[in-house]
C-alpha cells in the first residue's frame, strides 16, 4: 500500500501508542502487570456509586436511556449539558459564558488534534505556524497530533531545587520569546506528566503574552480547575477572551465515555463544532448524560474537592514517601506533586537512558513511561530528557507499592552495576 503523507504519519510508532497499547493490554489481561503507565483514573468507590445512581435513573426513566443511545446529538454537542455547564461557571465563577461559548468533543485529546491543527501549519501568507509549550516537560499527547512536521516549539525550564529530595520547573520567561511562527500558546494545568501546576500569576504572565501577541492561550485542565479540580494548592480557574479552556469528564471518572469540553469564544466554538461534523458526526452523548444532574447542582465542583482530590493527595503522600524511604542513598528527585496523579522521578546521571530503564521494569512486570517522551517541541538535545520517568499513583495502593518497590530496586541496580 503506498499512503499519503498523512497516512505515513500513523505508520511509525508514537509515544502515545505505546503508552496505550502498555495501558489497555495491562488492564485487560490477567497477567500480573503493575501499571504504573498510563493516565487511567483511579476508580473512586464514592464517585462510581454516583455514576451508578444516576445510570439506574436513566433506565428508569421512560425514554430516557432510549434518547441517550438512539440518538445523534448536534455537532455542538447535548445541548442541556452544554447549557447547564454555562449556567453553572457564570454563577460560580463568574465567566462570561452563554452555551455558544461551550463544545464537547470526543476526550478532550480529539479537541487538541483540532485546536493545535486550527492554530499550527502553514498559514495563507506561507508561514509553518507553531504550537508554543512555554514549560517543558509537558503531555506526551502532544507530541504527534500536528499534521506538520515540527508544529511544536518549547524552551528548557528553569528548576529550582527544594528540600526533601523535591525539585520544581519554572517558565523561562526570560528566554521565551514569541516570534511570528507562533500560532497559540498552550499549557497543562497541573502539568502532566509532572505535577506541576502553574500559579496564577504565572498564568496572568501568559495571558499578558497571549493579549499582546493576539495568540490564543489553550489551558488544558483536564486535572484542573474547575473540576475535577486534582490541584493540592491554590490555583483559581481562569477563562477571558484570551484563553480557550480545555475540560474532560475522564479524571472525573468517565474516560470510557470519551467526554472533552472546549470553553472559547463563539468563532471557534463554531469552527470546533463544524471539525466535529467532519471528524464524526456528533460527539458522545454518554458522558453528558451521566453527569448532567451533577453539573445542574453545582455538585461536580463539591466531587472534586471533597472526593476526588483528598483521594489522591493520600495516595500521593504515600507514594512519595515509599520512594524517599526505599532510594535512600540514591541520587534521585522527584518533582514537587502539587496536581494530578503523576511522580517525575528525576536520575541525576543515570547510567543507563530512561528508555532503557522502561524497558528493564516492563521485564519485571512494572510499566511506567519514559521521561524523553514529554518534551514536544523541544529540539536542542538535553540529557536531562532521558533520566527522568513518570509514574502513576492512581492505581490500587497493593499495585503501586509493588511497582514502586520494583522501580526502586531496578534504579538501584543501574547506578550500582
Ligand atoms: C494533560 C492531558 N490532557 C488531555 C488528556 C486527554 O484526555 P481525554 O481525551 O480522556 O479527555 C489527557 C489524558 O490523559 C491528559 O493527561
Redesign the pocket.
Known sequence: MHFSRFGRKFQTSSGILQLMDDLGNALASDERMLMLGG?NPSHIPKVQALYRRRMKRILKHKGAFERMIGNYQSPQGEKEFVQALAALLRSQFGWEVGPENIVLTN???TA?FILFNLFAGLDDRGVNKKILFPLAPE?I?YSDIGLEKNFASAIRPQIEFLDQNFFKYHIDFKALSITEEIGAICV?RPT?PTGNVLTDSEIERLVSLAKKHELPLII?S?YGTPFPNIIYTEANPVFNQHTVVCM?L?KLGL?ATRT?VVIANEELIRIISSANAVLSLSPSSVGAALALDLIKSGEIIKIGADLIRPFYRKKAGRAVRQLQKELRGVDFLIHKPEGAFFLWLWFRNLPVTSQMLYQRLKQRGVLVVSGHYFFPGLTEPWPHQHECIRVTYAQDERIVKAGLSIIAEEVKKAFHA
Open positions: 493516565g476526550g478532550s485529546q487538541f503531555y499527547g497543562s502532566n488544558d483536564a474532560s475522564s474516560p472533552g
